[in-house]
């Protein structure tokens, strides 16, 4: 069994930064991309950042320039997303995700239980 872990979610004012850490735990066998959605009241899920074994990284066009993200250097089992000067409209519930190659059951998309991340005006 796989599971995801999320922390770091809260209430913050416009402008002010926020970190999300995402572990992975189970019987895992390795890890490929990591990364982090978020779903908004009334809109679909989108992708925030996503982030490689190999360390590559991709932002949504929104964020870019003002959220990080990385995973940890030895395990590479946990992402994290450093977000900075936040916008209201970055309120939303994060998600973490994972493509995992878990040691029963092969291949698998996994999901953590999310996070709220809510930013005031």
């Known amino acids: 069994q796989v599971q995801l872990v999320e922390s770091g979610g809260g209430l913050v004012q416009a402008g002010g930064s926020l970190r999300l850490s995402c572990a992975a735990s189970?019987?895992?066998?390795?890890?490929?991309?990591m990364g982090w959605y978020r779903r908004a009241p009334g809109k679909q899920r989108e992708l925030v950042a996503g982030?490689?074994?190999?360390?590559?990284?991709?932002y949504a066009v929104s964020v870019k320039g003002r959220f990080t993200i990385s995973r940890n250097n030895a395990a590479k089992n946990t992402v994290y997303l450093q977000m900075n000067s936040l916008k209201p409209e970055d309120t939303a519930v994060y998600y973490c995700?994972?493509?995992?190659?878990?040691?029963?059951?092969?291949?698998?998309?996994?999901w953590g239980q999310g996070t709220q991340v809510t930013v005031s005006s």
């Open positions: 995700n994972a493509d995992v190659f878990a040691v029963v059951g092969g291949r698998n998309d996994y």
């Open positions: 189970g019987s895992i066998f390795s890890i490929n991309a």
């Open positions: 982030i490689t074994s190999a360390g590559s990284t991709n």
